[in-house]
């Protein structure tokens, strides 16, 4: 099968297109033909290899496994032993290991039925962004009016934790370029700030809870903005130096007092794509897919997700 691969770290330029053997199936496994991949900036850390205290666990001097790609969309091609939840012939959607190839192995209980009204490029776009979204909303604990701003809110994680904070209640402040105003105001926020031409701190505004996924402000900063006892996520980035990244701003964060810092790593779940996928086809929650590369282009999907001109969610297809 045709798989992406990178057998040692750096940017766009490591990813080549290989033939591998069809994967194995242990138990409890399944083989997904996969129709469509999405991509996350999970992928790019596993592709350079930063923050480099990620190399403890994906390899030192180079990754241990060569392939990349979690989210995916697809038809079960064969199942391995124990499996009862899906059979040959389902059209699915979930994580997997290794969904930027033709063929892709997942666990079955991290797969659940692709929703209906979608199309597959539209669920592949759900998944991580869509759980990650999901899980940092649930931190935020009872939603109605209270006031919550999401930084990167014209991105895959910001897309739907926007629609979903709005959905149920809250009063959403999305922060994000100007270009993405009329994208996330269709989502359903309320306030859109600029950063590049407004500091979302300034101006009196308090908000109940900031979950962040842009981390293009110290935590300091956001402090002053955020109600006493409220909840500042720290939901990942891409800025912060080479060995620790975002986990920098966990360490500025043990010296802010008087609200309530958390450090949020989501984890793949079967119950959530299930919530996401009831969502999706009540018109809760809508794909925010915006972009579709052939695999080969694996490198240009990539620096696209970095350049981050596209609104929402780009996807690969074999
Ligand atoms: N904690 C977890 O478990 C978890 C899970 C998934 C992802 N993540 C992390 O969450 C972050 C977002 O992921 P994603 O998949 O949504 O990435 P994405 O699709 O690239 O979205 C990031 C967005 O941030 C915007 N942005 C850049 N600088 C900003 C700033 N200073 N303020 C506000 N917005 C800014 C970008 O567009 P504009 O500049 O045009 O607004 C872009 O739309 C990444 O760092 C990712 O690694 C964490």
Redesign the pocket.
Known sequence: MRAVVRREYGETGVLRVDELDEPELAEGRVLVRVKAAGV???EW?LMTGLPSIARLAFGLARPRNPQLGEDVSGVVERVGPGVTRVAVGDEVFGSAAGSWAEFARAREDLLRPKPANLTFEEAAAIP??GY?ALQAVRRVGSLERRQVAV????????SYAVQLLSARGARVTA???A??AEFVRRLGAHDVVD?AATDPTDGGRRFDAVLD????LPVRRWKRAIKPGGLLLL????QGGTVLG?LGRSVQSVFVRGVRVVT???TASGDDLAELAASLESGELRSTLSQVYPLAEAGRAVDA?RA??HPG?IVLVP
């Open positions: 996350n900036m999970a850390h991580m962004a990650t930084t990167g809110a014209g991105g895959g994680v910001g922060v994000c370029s270009a993405k950063y996924f842009a981390g293009g939901g990942g980035s891409e975002p949020f790593l989501a997700l981050a001109t969610k």
